[in-house]
T-cell receptor, first 113, second 110 residues
Framework: SQTIHQWPATLVQPVGSPLSLECTVE??????LYWYRQAAGRGLQLLFY??????ISSEVPQNLSASRPQDRQFILSSKKLLLSDSGFYLC????????????FGSGTRLTVV | GQSLEQPSEVTAVEGAIVQINCTYQ??????LSWYQQHDGGAPTFLSY????GLEETGRFSSFLSRSDSYGYLLLQELQMKDSASYFC???????????FGAGTRLFVKA
């Protein structure tokens, strides 16, 4: 069966510090991978998506970046965090053409202080 | 651009039926999905409609009218555990990315 792992679960980082969040998927090949951010009590904002190794599409200009060094690994990074980067970060995967929607990881709650 | 509208809150009593509506505007459309999210948790997939009509999965049903750019989620025999946020989401141009609505907070009362 397919599983998605995301870590860490919570993170408190000072303004200006770097960020690296990692997401890995098991049990499937060539998944579509996504990073979403959710502000408290709000909807999900699509940040990045990837349809293959090294292929990254950015949806929102910001100080975040994403990379996909391996087929089932998706990394979200920042060189210098801002207060506005606080939120709930969710990684998700899907299969092209599938009607089964997205499977989300358990999320990382990031607080920038 | 793309946008989705759904009510911010709905309250219903245990055992009742509730309908959560969603209207959307997108540059491309491949399907309408619904997700459930409990406080502090990640969204979980409930249903997907690519074609007009009603899809039923247990107590939950989802409807789509592409000509009206409208869909709804119907929850029957409400239980306390159904208290959560429900998001409609549209798979848009290219079919690779999904845009989510702001969510509807459902409160189920005893």
């Amino acid at each position: 069966s397919q599983t998605i792992h995301q870590w860490p679960a919570t993170l408190v980082q000072p303004v200006g510090s770097p960020l690296s969040l990692e997401c890995t998927v098991e049990g499937t090949s060539n998944p579509n991978l996504y990073w979403y951010r959710q502000a408290a009590g709000r909807g999900l904002q699509l940040l990045f998506y990837s349809v293959g190794i090294g292929q990254i599409s950015s949806e929102v200009p910001q100080n975040l970046s994403a990379s996909r060094p391996q087929d089932r690994q998706f990394i979200l990074s920042s060189k210098k965090l801002l207060l506005s980067d606080s939120g709930f970060y969710l990684c998700a995967w899907s299969v092209t053409g599938s009607n089964y929607g997205y499977t989300f990881g358990s999320g990382t709650r990031l607080t920038v202080v | 651009g793309q946008s989705l509208e759904q009510p911010s809150e709905v309250t219903a009593v245990e055992g009742a039926i509730v309908q959560i509506n969603c209207t959307y505007q997108t540059s491309g459309f491949y399907g309408l999905s619904w997700y459930q999210q409990h406080d502090g948790g990640a969204p979980t997939f409930l249903s997907y409609n690519a074609l007009d009509g009603l899809e039923e999965t247990g107590r939950f049903s989802s409807f789509l009218s592409r000509s009206d750019s409208y869909g709804y989620l119907l929850l029957q025999e409400l239980q306390m555990k159904d208290s959560a946020s429900y998001f409609c989401a549209v798979r848009g141009t290219g079919g690779f990315k999904t845009i989510f609505g702001a969510g509807t907070r459902l409160f189920v009362k005893a």
